[in-house]
């Protein structure tokens, strides 16, 4: 099931960045949805002031997905860079997620803009790899609630300074 398809703007479902700025970090990012059908996860980390993340999320009214195994991503993203998705559910604390990492990618397919070729490769995170975290920290608290699913977002850390894009064509689940 394709839950965001960025070949068009999807106005209900807004991207909003949440950085390291929080802490005092000098971090940004960005969600654009470009004219070639395709959203970039764009943006700059900093390790200044103690930073070193970035990240995007958009909330949307609670939805059911437990009767799916996990989610997918359609995306080409540079090579050394590393990127998380976080969940919640309406019982998620604000400060808290649940996040998986993004796997290597098991195949691909091409596409092309007007400025360079597009390796488009599908990624399968199933839920069971999501994990609770407060604060970048593992902590104990019950599984995510899959049929009150209300918020995913994207995150890249781990002290990977410079600048990053990750195109993506769609999200979905499985």
Known sequence: MIFFDFKVL?????WYGINDTVMGGLSRSKMAILPFGYGEFSGHVSLANG???ASVRCEFTPIDVS?????YLVLDSERDKHYKVNLKDINTPQSTVYQAVMPMPSHQMFGVNDTKIINWQRINI???NF??????????????A?????????VIGA????????????????
């Open 51 to 53: 930073g070193g993340f």
């Open 126 to 128: 199933p839920f069971s």
């Open 146 to 154: 899959l049929s009150q699913l209300c918020s995913l977002g994207l």
């Open 67 to 71: 009767g799916f195994t996990g989610i």
């Open 159 to 174: 002290q990977q300074s410079g600048d990053f894009s990750l195109l993506i064509k769609e999200i979905g689940y499985y």
């Open 10 to 14: 999807d106005a209900e479902k807004p």
């Open 131 to 144: 994990q609770p975290q407060c604060r970048g920290k593992a902590i104990s608290r019950p599984d995510i």
